[in-house]
């Protein structure tokens, strides 16, 4: 089991919330998109569903990566090897590391709201 997928099942909120992130770092945008255009209109402008989703989930990586640059060096590091293909040497067990850094990461998210 590799550890995005260790995330995916002990903690699948804080997984989708870092993959969101990493989607985000990697081009800025997220840029999943979904499948179908469905019309909405907000206060006489016309907004699709897909654009709302968008915006929201563009709102909630820039929170998640506020939320990682808080976190102590050693446990935002981990999290950027993972998701993001950086490369930061570790002292003693990375797999343990990274554990504590998601344990940390959505320990802090929850208090600011993300869930």
Request: aromatic residues 14%.
């Amino acid at each position: 089991m590799t550890l995005i997928e260790w995330v995916r099942l002990e903690y699948p909120r804080a997984g989708w919330h870092l993959e969101n992130w990493a989607d985000y770092m990697h081009t800025g945008a997220v840029v999943q998109g979904y499948k179908r255009k469905v019309s909405l209109f907000a206060s006489g402008n016309s907004h699709s569903f897909e654009d709302l989703t968008d915006a929201v989930d563009n709102q909630t990586a820039r929170d998640a990566d506020t939320v990682i640059g808080d976190m102590p060096p050693r446990l935002s590091c981990a999290l950027h090897n993972v998701y993001l293909a950086s490369v930061w040497r570790f002292r003693g067990d990375f797999e343990s590391v990274f554990r504590e850094a998601v344990e940390d990461f959505w320990r802090r998210a929850e208090k600011k709201g993300l869930i």
